[in-house]
């Protein structure tokens, strides 16, 4: 039948997707320079000016009324609540000259009212479709409340723990990290921005934000283009081709340039490489913060060198606001510098489907029905339980009901701090504490003692918290830190367990009876202060609303799946510390005395990158490879299979490693090139394999090009990157495979 209709449905099939694309793009852009043709100067700053206004209060105070209503501001940030922003959006709408709408954006970090883990805790599920699809909750329940944009995801690659930060990203691997950028993303915005649940998405902090020094928040980074380029751009440019529709620029400089107005990164990288075509929106203050940094004196100057560097809209700085319209009258912005950002606010707002209705999405009624439905709530306890990691096991885990579980600890009764820091719209009454949980799925109460608080030096809790262990099976503690040590300007100079929690831990322990420690925290610990006490030892992060539902479903038998996604330091002193290092020209020998190595101590992690125990167990067969050769426009299979030892259903994340033993430029031990989550059965086995290309070998070269080099690599798989069997291969070339034309 589809045959015979053919003919007369010819002219009515759509054009290949790619033309509608064209097609909606150039629609968009000649309704955008139609609207530009009306503006006046003043207007078109207007359009690249983001003020901050707080919370569900009502009405807008006068003077950003009055800003509106001359067209003087074209987004705010922070303004939540569906009926708050229409109200805001009417007088833009009904009251300015050109009835341009508002952009409204807020944190979306890692949900909104129904608050996820934090990033760092789902990068630890190693399962982008699970996380794409959190995104899309928040995405959801955010634009429910009149919010369009969110500054999420973000995506800073971070190899110092001490950097509060850390709990806001992917961690330490450009991979994973590019894998979680790109299914946020697409999460927050749909297949499509113009519908009305959609997010415009915000990739930030562009760029090394988390290569800060000394891991203190704002400070200086300076490393190499290759680095730049191989560590801490990639996730950025996954976001860019998962269709990011806008970006932030950090408050860091690099190698003495600060990102706010930093021309090579902003306009020849990320418009000219990669062909981003969305807007800049700066971090808060930082185009006026360049006068701090010393590269301009005033700031008109700043206003002036974000501009040209290529940051479209000032967040809260006012540098905009008040010189940008005088520099482009004396000739210091030209004109079309000026239109072609102003162009970039006004395309997003056409895509985002605003001029045709300004208050999408952002309803009371579905507002009220959507944020914390029981759906979203289901979801955020998933995500928690395939966050969390097992790092101690000796027997411990997991309990059994019949037990009498004391449970001690400052988070252990806790709701506020289980939501982490930049924790949205989520409220302390949201969340479940682990106690909750616990009473619930037991039907009864359980011995509790608090034992301490998180930071203060106070022991006079000790004693009963020692008591109350003494009369059980098993004692649980919940301990780590609040919210507020992590996240910005959270940045920490020690990374054991804040306060007295440590001697808590062992003055329990020293009863004899089993301890299991939980870990309520926004960044890898040094846990080696109580690690020989406890009998296991549970990473569940900053959880969100239904953590303590999800930290007893692990205590109580759910099995853990979660891997970490950054190196677990033995201590501060070992800082930086990750797996993707270089050899250096003397590489570790315990018995050689000068190698690199520290005098007091062990060079090797606590917990490897990609570690993660299970209740059950994991056997790896060899490696094996389809063919010893790997040529141009080629590919080879690496194989491995996994059989599950142990005696109860698990998952395991399989992981491949490529090394590049001889190049023209030193390589690194281990690069992540794949990974795969598999689920087995008791005595199940599994082939895992990885289909290997050349792209996935390649390294910038001493003239900064993308190749991949003929020689050696080696090919290693295993479950984290420390314990991995190998193969080796060559990559056969008559030179090096050149992969970019830049």
Same mark, same amino acid.
């Given at each position: 039948?589809?045959?015979?209709?053919?003919?007369?449905?010819?002219?009515?099939?759509?054009?290949?997707?790619?033309?509608?694309?064209?097609?909606?793009?150039?629609?968009?852009? +000649?309704?955008?320079?139609?609207?530009? &043709?009306?503006?006046?100067?003043?207007?078109?700053?207007?359009?690249?000016?983001?003020?901050?206004?707080?919370?569900?209060?009502?009405?807008?105070?006068?003077?950003? !009324?009055?800003?509106?209503?001359?067209?003087?501001?074209?987004?705010?940030?922070?303004?939540?609540?569906?009926?708050?922003?229409?109200?805001?959006?009417?007088?833009?709408?009904?009251?300015?000259?050109?009835?341009?709408?508002?952009?409204?954006?807020?944190?979306?970090?890692?949900?909104?009212?129904?608050?996820?883990?934090?990033?760092?805790?789902?990068?630890?599920?190693?399962?982008?479709?699970?996380?794409?699809?959190?995104?899309?909750?928040?995405?959801?329940?955010?634009?429910?409340?009149?919010?369009?944009?969110?500054?999420?995801?973000?995506?800073?690659?971070?190899?110092?723990?001490?950097?509060?930060?850390?709990?806001?990203?992917?961690?330490?691997?450009?991979?994973?990290?590019?894998?979680? %950028?790109?299914?946020?993303?697409?999460?927050?915005? =749909?297949?499509?921005?113009?519908?009305?649940?959609?997010?415009?998405?915000?990739?930030?902090?562009?760029?090394?934000?988390?290569?800060?020094?000394?891991?203190?928040?704002?400070?200086?980074?300076?490393? #190499?283009?290759? *680095?730049?380029?191989?560590?801490?751009?990639?996730?950025?440019?996954?976001?860019?081709?998962?269709?990011?529709?806008?970006?932030?620029?950090?408050?860091? /400089? @690099?190698?003495?340039?600060?990102?706010?107005?930093? +021309?090579?990164?902003?306009?020849? @990288?990320?418009?000219?490489?990669?062909?981003?075509?969305?807007?800049?929106? &700066?971090?808060?203050?930082?185009?006026?913060?360049?006068?701090?940094?010393?590269?301009?004196?005033?700031?008109?100057?700043?206003?002036?060198?974000? @501009?040209?560097?290529?940051?479209?809209?000032?967040?809260? &700085?006012?540098?905009?606001?008040?010189?940008?319209?005088?520099?482009?009258?004396?000739?210091?912005?030209?004109?079309?510098?000026?239109?072609?950002?102003?162009?970039?606010? $006004?395309?997003?707002?056409?895509?985002?489907?605003?001029?045709?209705?300004?208050?999408?999405?952002?309803?009371?009624?579905?507002?009220?029905?959507?944020?914390?439905?029981?759906?979203?709530?289901?979801?955020?306890?998933?995500?928690?339980?395939?966050?969390?990691?097992?790092?101690?096991?000796?027997?411990?885990?997991?309990?059994?009901?019949?037990?009498?579980?004391?449970?001690?600890?400052?988070?252990?009764?806790?709701?506020?701090?289980?939501?982490?820091?930049?924790?949205?719209?989520? +409220?302390? /009454?949201? !969340?479940?504490?682990?106690?909750?949980?616990?009473?619930?799925?037991?039907?009864?109460?359980?011995?509790? %003692?608090?034992?301490?608080?998180?930071?203060?030096?106070?022991?006079?809790?000790?004693? /009963?918290?020692?008591?109350?262990?003494?009369?059980?099976?098993?004692?649980?503690?919940?301990?780590?830190?609040?919210?507020?040590?992590?996240?910005?300007?959270?940045?920490?100079?020690?990374?054991?367990?804040?306060?007295?929690?440590?001697?808590?831990?062992?003055?329990?322990?020293?009863?004899?009876?089993?301890?299991?420690?939980?870990?309520?925290? =926004?960044?890898?610990?040094?846990?080696?202060?109580?690690?020989? #006490?406890?009998?296991?030892?549970?990473?569940?992060?900053?959880?969100?609303?239904?953590? =303590?539902?999800?930290?007893?479903?692990?205590?109580?038998? %759910?099995?853990?799946?979660?891997?970490?996604?950054?190196?677990?330091?033995?201590?501060? =002193?070992? @800082?930086?510390?990750?797996?993707?290092?270089?050899?250096?020209? +003397?590489?570790?020998?315990?018995?050689?005395?000068?190698?690199?190595?520290?005098?007091?101590?062990?060079?090797?992690?606590?917990?490897?990158?990609?570690?993660?125990? #299970?209740?059950? *167990?994991?056997?790896?067969?060899?490696?094996?490879?389809?063919?010893?050769?790997?040529?141009?426009?080629?590919?080879?299979?690496?194989?491995? #299979?996994?059989?599950?030892?142990?005696?109860?259903?698990?998952?395991?994340?399989?992981?491949?490693?490529?090394?590049?033993?001889?190049?023209?430029?030193?390589?690194?031990?281990?690069?992540?090139?794949?990974?795969?989550?598999?689920?087995?059965?008791?005595?199940?086995?599994?082939?895992?394999?990885?289909?290997?290309?050349?792209?996935?070998?390649?390294?910038?070269?001493?003239?900064?090009?993308?190749?991949?080099?003929?020689?050696?690599?080696?090919?290693?798989?295993?479950?984290?990157?420390?314990?991995?069997?190998?193969?080796?291969?060559?990559?056969? &070339?008559?030179?090096?495979?050149? $992969?970019?034309?830049?």
């Amino acid at each position: 039948m589809r045959f015979l209709v053919l003919g007369a449905l010819l002219f009515a099939i759509p054009p290949p997707a790619g033309q509608v694309a064209d097609a909606h793009r150039d629609a968009v852009d +000649r309704r955008v320079d139609s609207l530009l &043709s009306l503006m006046t100067l003043e207007e078109k700053v207007g359009q690249l000016v983001q003020v901050a206004v707080e919370g569900e209060e009502s009405p807008l105070a006068e003077e950003y !009324a009055r800003q509106v209503r001359l067209g003087e501001v074209g987004s705010f940030l922070n303004s939540i609540g569906a009926s708050r922003n229409r109200e805001i959006q009417t007088i833009a709408m009904t009251r300015s000259r050109l009835k341009i709408p508002l952009l409204f954006g807020y944190d979306v970090i890692h949900g909104f009212r129904t608050v996820f883990p934090i990033p760092l805790a789902q990068a630890s599920t190693w399962e982008p479709d699970l996380i794409e699809k959190a995104a899309r909750v928040a995405a959801i329940e955010a634009s429910s409340a009149g919010i369009h944009w969110t500054f999420a995801p973000m995506v800073d690659i971070a190899r110092d723990p001490r950097w509060g930060r850390i709990a806001e990203g992917s961690g330490e691997d450009p991979l994973l990290g590019s894998l979680m %950028a790109a299914a946020r993303v697409r999460g927050f915005q =749909g297949d499509t921005l113009a519908r009305r649940d959609a997010l415009l998405a915000c990739p930030k902090h562009y760029a090394a934000y988390g290569a800060a020094e000394g891991g203190r928040d704002y400070n200086t980074v300076d490393i #190499s283009e290759r *680095t730049l380029r191989e560590i801490y751009l990639p996730p950025f440019e996954a976001a860019v081709r998962a269709g990011a529709g806008t970006l932030m620029c950090s408050f860091n /400089e @690099i190698a003495g340039v600060p990102s706010s107005g930093n +021309r090579h990164l902003l306009t020849d @990288i990320l418009r000219g490489e990669w062909k981003f075509d969305g807007f800049v929106v &700066s971090d808060w203050g930082s185009i006026g913060e360049m006068q701090q940094h010393g590269v301009a004196g005033t700031l008109a100057e700043a206003a002036a060198l974000g @501009i040209t560097a290529g940051v479209d809209m000032d967040m809260e &700085s006012g540098a905009y606001h008040a010189h940008l319209a005088d520099l482009v009258r004396a000739g210091k912005v030209p004109l079309p510098l000026l239109d072609e950002s102003v162009r970039r606010v $006004l395309r997003a707002k056409f895509r985002l489907g605003l001029f045709d209705d300004p208050y999408r999405g952002g309803d009371p009624a579905r507002e009220k029905t959507l944020l914390l439905a029981p759906e979203h709530r289901n979801l955020a306890r998933e995500v928690a339980r395939h966050s969390m990691v097992l790092l101690k096991n000796s027997n411990v885990l997991p309990l059994r009901k019949e037990q009498n579980v004391a449970l001690i600890g400052p988070l252990a009764d806790n709701r506020s701090d289980l939501l982490g820091c930049w924790s949205g719209n989520g +409220r302390e /009454e949201d !969340a479940v504490a682990v106690r909750e949980g616990i009473e619930r799925m037991l039907g009864h109460p359980v011995p509790y %003692a608090r034992g301490c608080l998180v930071a203060p030096l106070d022991r006079r809790g000790f004693a /009963e918290a020692v008591e109350v262990a003494r009369k059980a099976d098993v004692a649980v503690l919940v301990v780590g830190e609040t919210a507020l040590m992590s996240g910005e300007a959270a940045s920490r100079s020690t990374l054991g367990l804040p306060g007295v929690q440590e001697e808590l831990v062992r003055a329990v322990a020293a009863t004899g009876v089993p301890v299991v420690v939980v870990l309520i925290n =926004g960044r890898p610990l040094a846990v080696g202060g109580f690690e020989e #006490s406890a009998g296991a030892i549970l990473e569940a992060w900053a959880p969100g609303v239904e953590g =303590g539902n999800a930290i007893v479903d692990i205590l109580y038998g %759910a099995n853990p799946s979660g891997r970490l996604p950054v190196t677990f330091p033995r201590s501060v =002193g070992q @800082i930086p510390l990750y797996y993707n290092h270089k050899n250096t020209g +003397r590489p570790f020998q315990a018995e050689e005395r000068f190698t690199s190595k520290y005098i007091d101590g062990e060079n090797s992690p606590q917990y490897p990158f990609g570690f993660g125990l #299970s209740y059950t *167990t994991f056997d790896y067969s060899s490696v094996s490879l389809s063919s010893p050769l790997l040529r141009e426009g080629g590919s080879l299979t690496v194989s491995v #299979s996994v059989r599950n030892s142990g005696k109860v259903a698990g998952e395991e994340v399989v992981q491949l490693y490529i090394q590049d033993p001889v190049a023209s430029v030193t390589r690194p031990v281990a690069e992540l090139k794949a990974f795969r989550k598999v689920s087995l059965r008791p005595g199940e086995e599994q082939r895992v394999d990885f289909v290997l290309t050349p792209e996935m070998l390649a390294m910038f070269d001493l003239s900064m090009h993308r190749v991949v080099e003929p020689g050696a690599f080696i090919a290693s798989v295993g479950g984290n990157a420390r314990d991995l069997q190998s193969a080796a291969f060559q990559f056969e &070339s008559a030179g090096p495979y050149r $992969l970019d034309r830049r």
